[in-house]
RNA sequence: GGUCAGUUGGUGAAACGGUUAACACAUCGCCCUCUCAAGGCGACACUCACGGGUUCGAAUCCCGUACUGAUCACCA
């Protein structure tokens, strides 16, 4: 069997927005799952709708993810050119598109957009277009194309039977041939249409696996038709189901819906967004969801890749994100986190204690910030911080606690929170209190919160000695 | 409107004719605990859009209905 190859062949048309990213992160997998190979297109064809830039998201958010393309733009291949626009400008559409003219499988079209108007006005819904130029002589049309007459290329297709692909995520799909045009290859201002070009540029380079979205499910069977029409091999077709906002609308830029770019600014982990995306209209057949890219490339398999749209749900991928933070290795941890950490508190802190505090209570990394900015100045608080439940705390409790927390602090040297922790608590012991009624009025003075990552003792040493003291001054004052 | 496709809890989903309809997120309890998390345990679809049929037996197969989506361009 040859080299599985695929290709993503997106528009550079602005952010990469997430269906589409699933849609190249399938394609990806397909061809990695059995060593083939990934290729990058790019479709710049409709220049209208270029945006500056584009190229380069393109380029660093398939790196970012790690899905690195054998061939493309920017790192060669035998296949290229790899823009499509390059490829416009060397003429293979337009040889291609007379090829099959000249092999009878193809026409020139003359008609007036009108006329086609005035065909389909009166046929209505059973609309199929008959092209009269298809009765023209080769002299008329020579005439016409001597004349300068514009034209189109239109493939031939007879109205008579049925057309049938298979796909390999919604099986066999029959379609009559009176439902399908006879649709433009070639435009009148010599460009191909898009059709036209992705079957051309798809066999041209060997992809034996096309993976799009289920829109182009109902297009298939003409580009089939253009596939026969030359006598190549028909790929494999991979539909995938769309990724969805909810019930009715699809994920999509128009909405202003997340990008990949925005996930990531909402301090998402690339690799917990593309195993995320993953799992959105494909299932393994294991039970098990955390899968690295290698893992997903094993795993994967065509046949359970579901036929339904699948919702984006931002709480699940948030889950994810936390076992990805949590799952991490300390070091790399460390280094992810501490640009976070220093940027809200500078590099007075040991951020690797505030690493550690936060680590567990963090999905993503943009919660950071508000979690830790007590370190650097206690909240302004209101005295019924203080009251607890659970630690059965008031202002009035945390007026006699806080005393004899600092006095218990005071006569510590050895500033860690396992000390910390064991003579407060030994002093709890003493005192007949639960470990809460020492700890929570402290933590409310040190960080002026009923909620802080660490706990108190934790807090406490980070904070320092003469900071944890000073800070239970002020309570204390506030409080008299 | 024509054509094509889809329909299992709030969400992602498993199941390939026979199970109490997995598992995960979310939610809600309980446990653990120096708060909150994390972690542990448990609850959560009398039922698989609806109606028929086939079968000893259907979420699974067939037909119909409803609903949803896609597509019908010299746009990609």
């Known amino acids: 069997m040859s080299k599985i190859r695929t290709r993503f062949a997106p528009s550079p048309t602005g952010y990469m927005h997430i269906g589409n990213l699933r849609t190249a992160l399938y394609a990806y997998l ?10 990058l297109r790019i479709e710049d064809t409709d220049q209208g709708r270029l945006v500056q830039g584009a190229v380069d998201i393109i380029y660093n958010t398939l790196k970012q993810c790690g899905l690195n393309h054998d061939e493309g733009p920017d ?49 209505g819904d059973s609309f199929y277009f008959v092209d009269p130029c298809k009765l023209l002589s080769k002299e008329e049309i020579q005439k016409k194309l001597d004349a300068g007459e514009p034209y189109v290329i239109r493939l031939n297709v007879e109205p008579e039977g049925t057309t049938s692909f298979t796909d390999e995520v919604y099986g066999t799909i029959t379609v009559e041939n009176k439902t399908l045009d006879e649709m433009v290859l070639l435009k009148s201002d010599g460009f191909p249409t898009y059709n036209f070009a992705n079957v051309i540029d798809d066999h041209l380079m060997d992809i034996t696996d096309v993976v799009r979205g289920n829109e182009y499910l109902s297009s298939t069977p003409k580009y089939n038709l253009i596939y026969e029409a030359f006598g190549w091999d028909i790929p494999r077709y991979i539909h995938c189901p769309p990724v969805m906002k909810d019930e009715h609308q699809k994920l999509s830029k128009r909405n202003g819906d997340a990008s990949f770019q925005d996930l990531l600014a909402k301090g998402y982990l690339p690799e917990a967004i593309l195993n995320y995306i993953a799992l959105l209209g494909w299932a393994p057949s294991e039970d098990r969801e955390i899968y690295s890219l290698s893992e997903l490339a094993q795993a994967f398999d065509v046949k359970r890749i579901g036929t ?21 290795e300390k070091d790399k941890y460390y280094d992810l986190v501490k640009p ?28 950071i910030k508000d979690m830790i900015t007590f370190f650097e100045k206690a909240d302004e608080y209101d005295d019924d911080v203080f009251f607890n439940k659970k630690a059965k705390t008031d202002p009035e409790v945390a007026k006699t606690i806080l005393p004899i927390v600092k006095e218990c602090l005071e006569s510590l040297d050895n500033w860690n929170n396992q000390n910390i922790f064991e003579i407060l608590s030994n002093k709890a012991k003493e005192l007949g209190y639960k470990n809460i009624t020492m700890m929570y ?35 204390l004052n506030k409080l008299s």
């Open 75 to 123: 790192n060669g291949g035998n296949y290229g050119p790899y823009v499509q626009s390059e490829r416009m400008r060397s003429g293979i559409y337009h040889e291609y598109a007379h090829k099959l003219v000249e092999m009878g499988k193809a026409h020139y079209c003359f008609c007036k957009e009108e006329d086609i108007e005035k065909q389909r006005n009166e046929q």
């Open 308 to 328: 339904t749209g699948a919702i984006f749900d931002i709480d699940k991928l948030t889950w994810m994100n936390g076992v990805y933070i949590r799952n991490m």
């Open 30 to 39: 397909i061809a990695k799952k059995d060593d083939g190979d990934f290729i």
């Open 340 to 367: 976070y950490i220093q940027e809200t508190l500078g590099t007075g802190f040991n951020s690797e204690l505030i690493a550690d505090a936060i680590h567990d209570r963090i999905n993503t990394l943009s919660e």
């Open 441 to 475: 009025p402290m933590q409310v003075a040190l960080s002026g919160r009923s909620v802080a990552p660490g706990g108190a003792t934790a807090i406490a040493e980070i904070l320092g000695k003469k900071e944890t003291l000073d800070r239970i001054d002020q309570a």
